[in-house]
């Protein structure tokens, strides 16, 4: 896909560019978001919720307050969906940087309940809503830089440069969580020391906006636009339209940000009561986010070559099965071995699903309504699995009688919804695939290079 006048080289060097744009911006997002999902583990029970003696009670506010976030998300996703689709996905991306980047330092900067009382839980909810509203804006214009960019060869390894900047922010966060508490007394660290991880967000936020604002509009949008197809209420006109693409994506989008929760969230409270331990916990997400970040490319880069159907279908399959055994050694295991477990599930499970999925839900929409509707079915998706995900396992975690059974097959559930939601979905890299060995012929999507052609949206 290059205009008259590019070469292939140019709109590779535009396209790379892009992708390591959508990486930066996106990983100082999560960094922000994910920041909060570890205090929320770790610390929020005790400064902002310690309404009851129970330390169960005191996490089901935390969790409760960490799963506002997500309920934000979805009005985040059709508010940037709307004006995404309309003057474009830049600008949009940009304001929902500057609001993650304020909501996350005042986090930092909130009095306790200790020292506001009910007020400090309600400052923390408002402030974690608005980060919501930034992330439901964030993921649909970041993707969408990278896959509308891309042509139909590379979509997926483009795209996973959105991906890979969750994994990211997920390592940024722990490490410097990780940092901090290892720099400090536990007095200290519980006292103000957890702060710091939010008051250095404005330092990140800086780098994020400087390098967003240097890149372009993807031609595919463009195109659109000029050609006056810019739909008045694309929301709507997704909802209306595309019902099957919207179902897909929120689909696929269940099991994996649920076992994502457990392994990256919920297993630090769950160690931190069952066996007393946190650090090592705090490890093992740094080690596993790390791999992630190797692994995500590659199974994109896979879903490229044989389609997004199968690394899905391998990832959905394997979190409904090994959730049962992760359990039990986390009650049971030597955890020495926990950051090999955790880099295990988000490389090979996690990173199976998520990597290829920036290109697989673009492609479930047409580009006049795409950033409506991969806001929507993706922000609705996380809702119901990863935002709720902490604060249900512990619920059940506490009418199991503190065994972790009925989250693991509450896990396997959602596994089984998203393994309909992957057989259903489009896959157009396999039907490309089908239709020319049924020619038997190479394919047309492969750019000559010594020409330039007109710029298609092959999505």
Do not use: C
């Not at 992708?19 to 610390?43: H, K, N, P, Q």
């Not at 390592?171 to 957890?194: K, M």
């Not at 409270?269 to 740094?286: D, F, H, M, N, P």
């Amino acid at each position: 896909m290059t205009f008259i006048g590019e070469t292939p080289r140019d709109v590779g060097t535009k396209s790379r560019k892009v992708a390591f744009a959508a990486f930066i911006g996106t990983t100082v997002e999560w960094y922000d978001f994910y920041i909060y999902s570890t205090a929320a583990a770790l610390i929020f029970s005790h400064t902002f919720f310690p309404l009851s003696t129970d330390p169960l009670a005191g996490l089901l506010g935390s969790f409760a307050a960490y799963g506002v976030g997500f309920f934000a998300r979805p009005l985040g996703g059709i508010v940037a969906g709307h004006f995404g689709d309309r003057i474009g996905r830049k600008q949009v991306l940009v304001y929902s940087l500057v609001l993650m980047g304020i909501a996350t330092v005042l986090t930092g900067l909130l009095p306790t309940y200790a020292v506001a009382g009910l007020w400090a839980p309600a400052l923390l909810v408002l402030l974690r809503l608005l980060q919501g509203l930034a992330t439901g804006a964030e993921w649909g214009g970041a993707s969408l830089l990278s896959v509308e960019h891309a042509t139909a060869h590379n979509r997926g390894l483009l795209g996973s440069f959105t991906q890979i900047g969750s994994a990211a922010g997920m390592l940024l966060a722990s490490a410097t969580f990780l940092i901090v508490r290892a720099s400090l007394s536990g007095e200290d660290f519980g006292a103000w020391g957890w702060r710091l991880p939010f008051l250095f967000s404005i330092v990140l936020i800086a780098i994020g906006i400087f390098v967003r604002l240097r890149i372009d509009e993807p031609p595919v949008f463009l195109q659109v636009q000029a050609q006056g197809k810019i739909r008045r209420f694309p929301v709507a006109e997704a909802l209306r339209s595309h019902p099957r693409g919207l179902l897909v994506t929120i689909g696929l989008r269940l099991v994996q940000p649920a076992m994502y929760s457990i392994l990256t969230t919920y297993a630090l409270s769950y160690l931190a009561i069952k066996r007393g331990e946190t650090t090592i916990a705090l490890t093992a997400v740094l080690v596993g986010s790390a791999a992630a970040i190797i692994a995500t490319p590659f199974w994109a880069l896979l879903s490229d070559k044989i389609g997004r159907r199968g690394p899905a279908v391998f990832g959905i399959v394997g979190i409904g099965i090994l959730v049962w055994p992760f359990f039990w050694f986390l009650d049971r295991g030597n955890l020495l071995f926990l950051p090999l477990v955790v880099a295990v599930g988000l490389a090979i499970f996690d990173a199976s699903i998520y990597g290829p999925g920036a290109a697989w839900f673009s492609e479930q929409f047409p580009t006049e309504v795409r950033y409506s509707g991969v806001s929507i079915g993706y922000q609705v998706g996380t809702l119901i699995s990863g935002g709720l995900t902490p604060f249900i396992a512990t619920y059940l975690f506490s009418v199991g009688g503190g065994s972790p059974w009925l989250i693991s097959a509450f896990i396997s559930f959602y596994a089984i919804l998203s393994l309909f939601a992957a057989l259903a979905a489009k896959d157009p890299v396999r039907e490309r695939r089908r239709a020319l060995s049924l020619r038997d012929e190479p394919t047309t999507d492969i750019l000559p290079s010594s020409r330039p052609l007109n710029r298609q949206d092959t999505l």
